[in-house]
């Protein structure tokens, strides 16, 4: 793209810090594609190595993206952090923002099968963060469903972020929220359950068991009935006999399959009270005969 050699690539990172790659875990480097086109453009105009770079550098890096704040987290910048999400939220919506990228950086720096690591951990703290400041600016709700999320993450799990993602975008949504511990006593939920209403139960997270999940939902049930739950991310296994409605792996997704689910619920009762339809003359006639 650059029309250079992978060592001249290199001499520039080092000479100048531009473009700054993001490492993977085999030390490969990935760079971001907004740098690449910036540097691209600058480098036709100036046909001078120092100028380009300078160039692109006054331009800035293009659209923020969940790469560039992956590698914000990668270098414990938590100031660069903040500033590329609010330059995303010039571009983009909250939702938008959270699922492209919010949880697409924290999940670059997800290590499968060890240890949480320091930049992943610095980036769970800092998007908990984020997350939490948003759902204080949310407005009041709008519609008169509760939904009761049901966290069974453990703390830095993934599907914890993931949990505090999608109760943000419940709430912005309209819908009322209150997110519990899955490890929370059952006997001690009436007051919670009955403050709340919910039409809805979701489960996230995979550190508990099945039967502490039954023990939650029936607690639920002994309150509101009519209470429908839901899984979101896998918290119950799918064996093929669960009638646990599933929402997906994204927040996006999940807000709309669960939404859908309870304007229907609310259609169905609608047309159950409405009156029957007085018979046809002609049927009338047929009963009489």
């Not at 949880?103 to 670059?108: G, I, K, Q, Y």
């Not at 039409?199 to 039954?214: C, N, P, W, Y």
């Amino acid at each position: 793209m650059l029309g250079v050699s992978p060592n001249t690539l290199r001499s520039w990172e080092r000479r100048y810090g531009f473009p700054k790659p993001h490492r993977t875990a085999g030390g490969h480097r990935q760079y971001a594609l907004a740098e690449i086109e910036a540097l691209r453009m600058a480098l036709a105009e100036t046909h001078n190595v120092s100028s380009a770079i300078s160039l692109a550098r006054e331009r800035g890096e293009g659209p923020s993206s969940s790469t560039r704040l992956a590698s914000a987290y990668a270098s414990y910048d938590e100031e660069r952090a903040n500033r590329l999400l609010e330059e995303s939220l010039a571009l983009r919506s909250i939702e938008r923002t959270v699922e492209e990228l919010l949880l697409t950086a924290v999940e670059e720096h997800v290590e499968h099968g060890a240890s949480t690591s320091a930049e992943y951990e610095f980036g769970w703290r800092h998007a908990t963060g984020w997350l939490s400041a948003m759902k204080r600016l949310s407005p009041p709700a709008t519609r008169p469903e509760g939904i009761l999320i049901f966290d069974a993450a453990a703390s830095y799990d993934f599907d914890g972020l993931h949990a505090q993602a999608l109760e943000l975008i419940l709430r912005r949504a309209g819908l009322r929220t209150l997110s519990l511990s899955a490890g929370i006593e059952p006997a001690r939920l009436g007051r919670a359950v009955r403050a709340l209403a919910p039409r809805a139960v979701v489960l996230t997270g995979r550190r508990v068991s099945l039967d502490a999940i039954g023990r939650l939902v029936y607690a639920v049930r002994s309150v509101v009935q009519e209470a429908v739950v839901f899984d979101y991310r896998g918290a119950v296994p799918d064996t093929g006999a669960s009638t646990v409605a599933r929402l997906g792996d994204q927040p996006l997704t999940a807000r709309d399959q669960l939404i859908a689910r309870l304007d229907a619920a609310w259609a169905a009762a609608a047309r159950a009270s409405e009156p029957a339809a007085p018979p046809t003359p002609a049927t009338f006639q047929l009963r009489q005969r």
